[in-house]
């Protein structure tokens, strides 16, 4: 059985910083691309960023230059490292697996087969 188990959430002040971690269990890490994607109240699911098995890294426009994306296959786990947040950050962040390791851009949340329960970051302003 596949979990993906998201942490790291909590609520953070214009401009802080915030390191969200995702565990996985039950599939073959490593041979998984990971993404996070994060949905407001009211919106829908949005791609955040995406890092392959090598460690190829890509982002959505809105946080290129502010959030990093990583992975340590011996741990299992991708972390989103969020930085100079702002309000329009606040949203679930979810982290997810698909099974197209070395894909790049994978954007569309119905590409990935496994998603975590999702944490809440709140930035205020």
């Known amino acids: 059985q596949v979990q993906l188990v998201e942490s790291g959430g909590g609520l953070v002040q214009a401009g802080g910083s915030l390191r969200l971690a995702c565990a996985a269990s039950?599939?073959?890490?490593?041979?998984?691309?990971m993404g996070w994607f994060r949905q407001a109240p009211g919106k829908e699911r949005l791609f955040v960023a995406r890092?392959?098995?090598?460690?190829?890294?890509y982002y959505a426009d809105s946080v290129k230059g502010r959030f990093t994306i990583s992975r340590d296959n011996t741990k299992s786990t991708v972390y989103l490292q969020m930085n100079s947040v702002n309000p329009e950050d606040t949203a679930v962040y979810y982290c997810?697996?698909?099974?197209?390791?070395?894909?790049?851009?994978?954007?569309?949340?119905?590409?990935?087969?496994?998603w975590g329960q999702g944490t809440q970051v709140t930035v205020s302003s």
């Open positions: 997810a697996a698909d099974r197209s390791p070395r894909v790049i851009v994978r954007i569309g949340a119905h590409e990935y087969d496994y």
């Open positions: 039950g599939l073959t890490f490593s041979s998984y691309g």
């Open positions: 890092i392959t098995t090598i460690g190829t890294a």
